[in-house]
């Protein structure tokens, strides 16, 4: 259908992308993220900063130490341990939400003692949570983690303040309920912090909250608590503007660059780059100087114990996913996303589709594909660069599939374009030119200049003459009329397209030819001189012929004339005809007619005379006055 293949809807279709890309779909959105992923694929963060330390619960551990959940002594063991060898931070990515289970206090809550008997063994058996909680608090070094969770009623306070400054709530991540950690563990650490990641529609983990809600009130994540506290701040402050939040900071120097919604992009490093340890080293003392100064993660990595979570790197845990967001804050190799980058992404799209659409149909199908090539890896480079160099975050994605999918419907309709035209062309062409001018044409329809432009010419007009008495010899067999006609045209037009001129139409009996359109023609006015010279001998070949067939013979004047004419397609869209108006072509047709009564077949006006004066023996026949005309002309013709 011609409105499939129209400009405008290639532009609506552009309209449509657009608009797909403005309202920014899970679709959308997985797509820019997978980009993102590949690109830290290609090229992780290099720089570790060699800060950070993963301790894994593994499955030897647990062999060695006994079935999970451990009795809090074990872990008040290990923890002195982490103390010990010098840990700066230590970061639980393990829920201790309730009581141990292993500890005399709850175990003697299962035996029928009376009170002050079961107060007596508790104080020999020790209340383990409280000897945990001692070696938290005397390590002032603990960052635990709290949990969200829908329902829970397991609220408590923040343990900074939290200051607002503008409309911060809206643009946080809200949640019904948290699960914290122990009261009585809580009490000692040095911060408590929620271990959320951001809801992705392929739950991959590519961003982290720094800040979440319940309810009105804001809490602080694991990560977030350690940036305070390394800066040893008492307090966050979170400010938002209009296009949502708008900077976090823990200090007056210190602040986590995240995006509208208080996310910050992880940006992951090759994650056996990192010192990874296992309970039972720990405890070994030799590897003392891998923990010293160090910020530790500890986490579960023991079968059906350990959160595993996709990232842009494959599934890891969910305290390796902690310690990269760590490093990334210890390295300073932050990704960043500006609040106008979909204004900006969006405007240059627009900008890349009007282009296709405007130069496409202008370009041939063997250019178009470089131009795709050129334009999609410019986008791909210059938004892997930006990443590479920068830390910048732009979304080709969308882009690139749109260009694809614009260039693809463009060049289609270009090709279908261009291949009507050369169709029609052929069409038009084929049985009044040279096939080699036919062929050039087709390749170049740009030398068909479509509209019409004005171009000095040289024209034919040649006429049958006595056609009357002819026609009423084959009255009774107008089919052999027909016959003869036909053979008289073809005979000319060969010798017409012979001398590169085109045939522009057959009026019953007579032909208009002219000369250097459509395609450029030297010497134009000797060719069609030339060309009636060689009619003439033709005619007089099929006149010989037609005698010994005893057929009428044929005589015909012919008129000749050159000057300035507009030449092209006249009509309408559907259909066209390549043709020639102007004085001239006029001229060239009064002398044909006034070939009779000047009793010459070929009479040549004084514009073509002029010009190739030197090289026929021309004859002056008489200075006459045509119709449309007030001043007589010279007319010439051939010596014989």
């Known amino acids: 259908m011609k409105i499939f293949t129209s400009i405008w809807m290639v532009i609506v279709f552009a309209i449509v992308l657009t608009g797909i890309r403005i309202d920014n779909s899970d679709t959308v959105k997985t797509l820019r993220y997978k980009t993102w992923d590949h690109f830290q694929q290609v090229e992780p963060r290099q720089a570790v900063s060699d800060k950070v330390v993963v301790i894994n619960i593994t499955e030897s551990d647990i062999k060695k130490y006994g079935q999970w959940p451990w009795p809090r002594h074990i872990l008040a063991m290990f923890h002195a341990n982490l103390t010990d060898s010098g840990a700066v931070l230590v970061n639980y990515n393990i829920l201790f939400a309730e009581a141990d289970r292993m500890s005399g206090k709850e175990y003697l809550k299962n035996f029928p003692f009376p009170a002050e008997v079961r107060e007596q063994l508790a104080v020999i058996l020790a209340d383990t949570d409280k000897v945990f909680a001692f070696a938290i608090k005397e390590s002032k070094n603990v960052v635990l983690m709290s949990s969200v969770k829908n329902n829970a009623d397991n609220v408590i306070p923040s343990t900074v303040p939290i200051i607002e400054k503008g409309n911060v709530l809206p643009w946080l991540y809200e949640y019904s309920g948290i699960v914290s950690p122990l009261t009585q563990l809580a009490a000692g650490a040095r911060g408590i912090g929620v271990n959320v990641t951001s809801p992705e529609p392929d739950a991959v983990v590519r961003k982290m909250p720094v800040l979440i809600r319940i309810g009105q009130k804001i809490y602080p994540s694991m990560l977030l608590e350690n940036i305070r506290i390394l800066n ?3 307090r966050i402050k979170v400010i938002a503007k209009e296009h949502g939040i708008d900077e976090v900071l823990v200090s007056k120097k210190a602040s986590v660059p995240v995006n509208h919604n208080a996310e910050m992009y992880i940006n992951y490093a090759e994650p056996f780059k990192y ?12 590897h003392i100087s891998k923990i010293k100064g160090k910020i530790v993660v500890v986490g579960m990595d023991a079968a059906g114990l350990s959160v595993l979570k996709y990232t842009p790197h494959g599934l890891t845990t969910d305290q390796m996913i902690t310690a990269q967001a760590l490093d990334t804050t210890m390295t300073g190799k932050y990704l960043f996303r500006v609040p ?5 992404e969006i405007l240059f799209m627009s900008f890349l589709l009007l282009l296709l659409i405007l130069v496409i149909p202008r370009t041939s199908v063997l250019l178009a594909v470089p131009l795709l090539f050129f334009v999609e890896i410019g986008v791909a480079y210059g938004a892997f660069m930006a990443y590479s160099n920068k830390g910048f975050l732009i979304d080709p994605s969308f882009i ?17 374009t261009q291949s009507r035209l050369k169709k029609q062309i052929k069409k038009q062409f084929e049985h009044y030119l040279d096939p080699r001018m036919v062929k050039k044409l087709q390749k170049d329809p740009t030398l068909l200049k479509l509209g019409g432009e004005t171009r000095n010419m040289t024209f034919m007009f040649c006429d049958i003459r006595g056609f009357t008495p002819i026609s009423e010899k084959y009255k009774s067999n107008p089919a052999g009329l027909t016959k003869l006609i036909n053979r008289f045209l073809t005979r000319m037009t060969n010798v017409i397209i012979a001398n590169g001129g085109t045939v522009d139409k057959f009026m019953g009996d007579c032909i208009m030819a002219f000369w250097n359109a459509p395609l450029e023609t030297k010497d134009h006015q000797m060719l069609a001189v030339l060309t009636a010279s060689q009619m003439q001998s033709e005619l007089a070949m099929l006149n010989e012929q037609l005698t010994k067939e005893s057929l009428p013979n044929i005589k015909v004047g012919i008129g000749i004339n050159s000057g300035e004419a ?13 043709s020639v108006i102007g004085d001239p072509v006029n001229l060239a047709a009064r002398l044909e007619s006034a ?3 000047l009793g010459h077949t070929l009479i040549v006006g004084e514009a073509t005379k002029k010009v190739i004066d030197d090289k026929f023996p021309f004859e002056f026949v008489d200075s006459i006055t045509v119709k449309g005309k007030t001043e007589p002309v010279n007319v010439y013709t051939l010596t014989r």
Request: aromatic fraction near 16%; hydrophobic fraction near 35%.
């Open 275 to 286: 010192t990874q340890l296992t309970v039972e080293e720990v405890f070994s003392g030799e």
């Open 400 to 416: 690139m599939l749109a260009v694809f999918l614009i260039w693809s419907h463009s060049t289609y309709n270009n090709f279908a």
């Open 340 to 344: 106008q980058a979909d204004t900006y």
């Open 595 to 597: 070939s009779k009564t």
């Open 566 to 578: 507009l030449v092209g397609n006249m009509g309408s869209d559907q259909r066209f005809d390549y």
């Open 232 to 234: 040893r701040s008492k």
